[in-house]
């Protein structure tokens, strides 16, 4: 797909990921409405960056783990921009505590952020796409959706689905040329990872990670840009990090 007029859609795309995709997406040539659910300094920056690409940039504060939310998120860019052509959910948040820690509003928070945020994005963004049988969604899973880690049992499962989301759904809108992929980051230095002690960014780098680094946002928009504009790559998920899911040991 050619991003030259195309409206992108980035949930999440005030900062971290998020803002690097709405950049990356904005380099290509499309226009850029950033949906999230806090509106603070960042946004100006990253709208400042798009606009200086010679690209136009919208904000829309929502909070898309409201299904109304969500839906509205789409109707509002299509009313402003005139259509979605490309939709990326990057909005999420990391829950922490074991099957006995996690409280049942956390366990279904994630769920409401995580996957079904999806489901409303996507009926409400599809029909744009279908009209003119072209389109891209992208889905951001990760790596604790495809690897049991302890202490975050609620986020790993929310993840976890998001791979077969992307199979499905991508399946079901292949008669009308939309594609959809996934992207899984490993560790990605964001204000995501600050929780992190020294100790724990020491041991990721020298011993979870075969590259001996983090990751950067900028690794994980350029792969979702390749999805965005392949032709050719459907129902896939894409692992950036740095090697440490396939590694043994």
């Not at 990057?90 to 922490?96: E, H, L, R």
């Not at 409400?124 to 072209?134: D, G, I, S, Y």
Request: charged share 20%.
């Amino acid at each position: 797909m050619k991003l030259n007029g195309k409206v992108s859609l980035i949930t999440g795309g005030a900062g971290g990921i998020g803002a690097a995709i709405a950049l990356e997406l904005a380099r290509l040539g499309s226009d850029i409405m950033i949906v999230d659910w806090r509106i603070d300094s960042r946004v100006k920056e990253v709208k400042d960056k798009i606009r200086c690409l010679g690209r136009s940039c919208f904000v829309l504060k929502a909070d898309v783990s409201v299904p109304s939310e969500a839906t509205r998120s789409v109707v509002e860019t299509a009313a402003q921009m005139g259509t979605v052509d490309v939709l990326v959910h990057a909005a999420g948040g990391g829950v922490q505590g074991s099957l006995f820690e996690v409280t049942p509003e956390e366990w279904y928070g994630a769920f409401n952020i995580h996957v079904h945020a999806i489901f409303h994005l996507c009926r409400a963004a599809v029909p744009f796409m279908k009209k003119k049988q072209e389109g891209a969604i992208v889905l951001i899973s990760s790596a604790a959706g495809s690897r049991g880690c302890s202490g975050a049992i609620a986020y790993g499962v929310a993840k976890g689905a998001v791979p077969q989301f992307a199979r499905s759904l991508a399946r079901e809108l292949a008669d009308d040329n939309i594609r959809v992929n996934a992207v899984s980051p490993g560790i990605i230095r964001t204000p995501f990872q600050d929780y992190l002690t020294p100790e724990q960014v020491k041991n990721n780098i020298e011993n979870r990670i075969p590259l001996h680094r983090e990751g950067k946002p900028e690794d994980v928009a350029e792969v979702i840009a390749l999805l965005v504009t392949d032709n050719f790559i459907t129902g896939e998920t894409i692992a950036v990090d740095g090697g440490m899911a396939m590694r043994i040991a």
